[in-house]
């Protein structure tokens, strides 16, 4: 197994082009980044970091620029991190699609458990696809590995089995088409989660691909140098 490349984390990247708030709390805020040149469509950005408040949505700046400098328009959101409250960060997530109109909706690690989740009767017809990077995609394992010293625990306040309606393994997404994109040199979050994620849909029916990469580990995945973000461009250009 390679050495874990953070570097992704330490890029510099521009602000958006404008805030706009879809609530009252300053954490409910979408950052946009406008498309350059053409638009082609709208992406929705939702980071990672275990739900910890700690993690914000500045790292993820340097995708949403990228994504916007290829002509897509770039939504990133930020939403209440609240660990023992968990409904907060669907409602929000929720609230910042509807508020900005929707698209092809990405997540990463537990932004792809969220984007998973984002689903509901109101927010369906605004999701075209959702795209999943490396997601804590089965919180019941995620919750027996205690994966990053408890954060599943402290997300839900309580055992993952008490919360099912929180577990995208158990919640499938029925209207749009998933992906997932995952490394098998993840240490943060195990491929065996989103390869039994996948099982799940696809015994249910339901349209999901996922795409396992040799010699990747968590955070490449976020990283618009590498070459992996050509199958994020790929999929965008079919569903957006």
């Known amino acids: 197994m390679n050495p874990e490349d953070r570097s992704v984390l330490d890029l510099v990247s521009r ?3 404008r805030l706009e708030s879809y609530g009252r709390h300053p954490d409910q805020v979408v950052e946009i980044f406008s498309a350059v040149g053409e638009m082609l469509g709208q992406v ?5 970091g275990y739900w910890r408040a700690e993690y914000d949505r500045v790292h993820l700046r340097s995708y949403a620029a990228a994504l916007a400098d290829l002509g897509w328009q770039a939504v990133l959101i930020e939403y209440r991190r609240t660990p023992g409250s968990p409904d907060n ?3 929000d997530i929720r609230a910042a699609i509807m508020h900005c109109g929707g698209g092809v909706v990405i997540g990463h690690s537990a932004g792809g458990h969220l984007a998973l989740l984002a689903e509901n009767e109101i927010t369906a017809p605004f999701i075209k696809s959702v795209i999943a990077l490396a997601p804590v995609g089965d919180l019941a394992e ?3 590995l205690d994966l990053d010293d408890g954060a599943v625990k402290e997300f839900h306040g309580t055992s993952a089995l008490n ?7 158990l919640m499938l997404n029925t209207h749009a088409p998933v992906l997932i994109i995952h490394g098998n040199d993840d240490i943060r979050v195990p491929i065996a989660l989103s390869r039994t994620l996948h099982n799940s849909y696809t015994s249910a029916g339901l349209d999901s691909e996922l795409i396992e990469l040799e010699n990747i ?3 490449e995945l976020i990283d618009y140098r590498a070459q992996q973000i050509e199958l994020v461009l790929a999929h965008l250009k079919k569903h957006a």
């Open 15 to 17: 602000e958006g082009d």
């Open 44 to 48: 929705v950005l939702i980071h990672g």
């Open 89 to 91: 960060y669907l409602e």
């Open 142 to 144: 995620a919750w027996r």
């Open 163 to 169: 919360r099912p309606d929180m577990d995208p393994n």
């Open 217 to 219: 580990g968590h955070f």
